[in-house]
T-cell receptor, first 111, second 115 residues
């Protein structure tokens, strides 16, 4: 089983739609979880951290399910500018300096 | 604000040539990382450093060497380039203050082609 798995997509959605991405991770010791965004031919940038209680940042909501070892990202009212690849990122557990990146889910928001 | 700067941004090498990628950060971060990104493979950690003078292997270290002689710089070397090392290389840095492995700040990437 790969460490961090994501559906590669692409997800093609119309403007204004709600879209959700899931990510599963294999290391039960992982303690930190993130969603990064990467635009085409650009560097990844942190979108949001994922907290145990779930968290929201504007149109974006992240959820963590430790029992099932998955993370989700919900984007409401999609904008054209949301078109990007979304990377699920997980750390290696307590004391780990390493982050493991999923391969990403590509989102295209269509006018 | 410079953040994380990588040089060069583009390079074409012939098989067997050597080169060094330089990463410089001006945020006083303790941790620095080198990743490579290939189509369909995602980002994979090559080497990392948790402080000046220390380095460690990541997921795919073979064929690469690194050095962290100064806190702000992290060098990635290819001693004898191979076509399999054609990739986009990203340097990143982070601070313990943002969590053990919190927010990574990435450079813009270095696109390397080995012929």
């Amino acid at each position: 089983r790969k460490e961090v798995e994501q559906d590669p997509g692409p997800f093609n959605v119309p403007e204004g739609a709600t879209v959700a991405f899931n990510c599963t991770y294999s290391n039960s010791a992982s303690q930190s979880f993130f969603w990064y965004r990467q635009d085409c031919r650009k560097e990844p940038k942190l979108l949001m951290s994922v907290y145990s209680s779930g968290n929201e940042d504007g149109r974006f909501t992240a959820q963590l399910n430790r029992a099932s070892q998955y993370i989700s990202l919900l984007i409401r009212d999609s904008k054209l500018s949301d078109s990007a690849t979304y990377l699920c990122v997980v750390n290696g557990g307590a004391g780990s300096y390493q982050l493991t990146f999923g391969k990403g889910t590509k989102l295209s928001v269509i006018p | 604000n410079a953040g994380v700067t990588q040089t060069p941004k583009f390079r074409v090498l012939k098989t067997g040539q050597s080169m060094t990628l330089l990463c410089a950060q001006d945020m006083n971060h303790e941790y620095m990382y080198w990743y490579r990104q290939d189509p369909g493979m995602g980002l994979r950690l090559i080497h990392y450093s948790v402080g000046e003078g220390t380095t460690a292997k990541g997921e795919v270290p073979d064929g690469y060497n690194v050095s962290r002689l100064k806190k702000q710089n992290f060098l990635l070397g290819l001693e004898s380039a191979a076509p399999s090392q054609t990739s986009v290389y990203f340097c990143a840095s982070s601070s313990p203050g943002t969590g053990m492995a919190g927010e990574l700040f990435f450079g813009e990437g270095s696109r390397l082609t080995v012929l």
